[in-house]
């Protein structure tokens, strides 16, 4: 689908994502956060599976899961955050700018 705009019918459109941008990293925050008390559970869980290896598997299983469940918690909440954005982007914001009128304008719902 083309964008359009509304008042001159020219293709020549931008869409600005401010939101996406900003959603995408208060979601990457927030689930990074979220995936810290999670990364707790995944130490734990490391570490028992760690725990064939001895200490030092213990530690490596531990560090391990920590990690991932911080990486994990991170890209969903920044994919969350970016689609929330780019929902308020293209319905709420009026962020597409023809670029030939200048007329700024929402996608309709």
């Known amino acids: 689908m083309t964008l ?4 001159c019918h020219s293709p020549k459109v931008a869409s600005l994502h401010h939101a996406m941008k900003i959603t995408a990293a208060v979601g990457a925050v927030g689930g990074a ?44 909440g920044c994919a969350l955050g970016a689609q929330l954005g780019d929902k308020l982007d293209r319905h709420v914001l009026a962020n597409n700018l023809c670029l030939i009128c200048g007329h700024r304008f929402n996608l309709p719902a």
């Not at 359009?4 to 008042?7: A, D, H, K, V």
């Not at 995936?35 to 028992?48: D, I, R, T, Y």
């Not at 490596?60 to 911080?70: D, Q, R």
Request: glycine content about 30%.
């Open 4 to 7: 359009q705009c509304p008042r």
């Open 33 to 76: 956060a979220r995936g810290a008390s999670a990364a707790l559970a995944g130490g734990q869980a490391g570490a028992v599976i760690g725990a064939v290896a001895g200490p030092l598997g213990i530690t490596l299983g531990s560090v391990s899961g920590a990690i991932l469940g911080g990486l994990v918690g991170g890209t969903g």
